[in-house]
């Protein structure tokens, strides 16, 4: 499907069609029917040719933040939650935030449900400076799949979802950084 998709898209009079669109016209032309395009959309839905999905959420100094506000940046979204192991992902988020300080990079962590004070404390322990924002319906970690904590999604300039990875390792913040800088 990726490969298809590719192939498609290079050929595409419009590259910022959305992939459904590039896909269904590929399959009919090539197969006379659609049929399978729900399939291969839901296959390509986190390989940077989908739009991000778009949220709109409160911050901690009470303003609310919204992705498209953003366009034009690469916005890191990290979900977490606070349990008995504090994020480990969280700090290298800080780091990164400072690193790309002066960079159109933004970084946001989303924390989903109610905010315990435990939570607010981390955070200010932390030193984070990031945007932090708060999903208490988790209507963005429905939206972006989430199903396991941490989960880093990374979106390019234009708004497509590149980068999607569950839980966190040491390591892994190089591995962001890299990313970012694509």
Request: charge should be negative; aromatic fraction near 8%.
């Amino acid at each position: 499907a990726i490969e298809l998709l590719a192939k498609v898209a290079a050929r595409a009079p419009d590259p910022d069609a959305p992939a459904r669109d590039l896909l269904s016209r590929r399959l009919i032309a090539r197969d006379g029917t659609d049929e399978k395009l729900e399939q291969m959309v839901e296959a390509l839905r986190y390989y940077g040719v989908d739009d991000a999905p778009g949220f709109t959420l409160p911050a901690r100094d009470g303003e609310t933040v919204s992705l498209e506000e953003l366009r034009g940046d690469v916005v890191v979204v990290a979900f977490w939650g606070l349990a008995e192991d504090l994020p480990a992902e969280f700090p290298h988020l800080v780091e990164l935030n400072e690193q790309y300080e002066n960079e159109p990079v933004a970084f946001i962590s989303i924390d989903g449900g109610q905010r315990p004070g435990a939570a607010e404390t981390f955070l200010d322990e932390q030193g984070a400076v990031h945007i932090i924002l708060n999903d208490r319906e988790r209507e963005a970690f429905d939206a972006y799949g989430v199903r396991g904590i941490p989960t880093t999604c990374i979106i390019d300039h234009a708004g497509r979802l590149m980068y999607r990875h569950i839980g966190f390792s040491e390591g892994m913040e190089e591995r962001f950084a890299a990313e970012v800088a694509i």
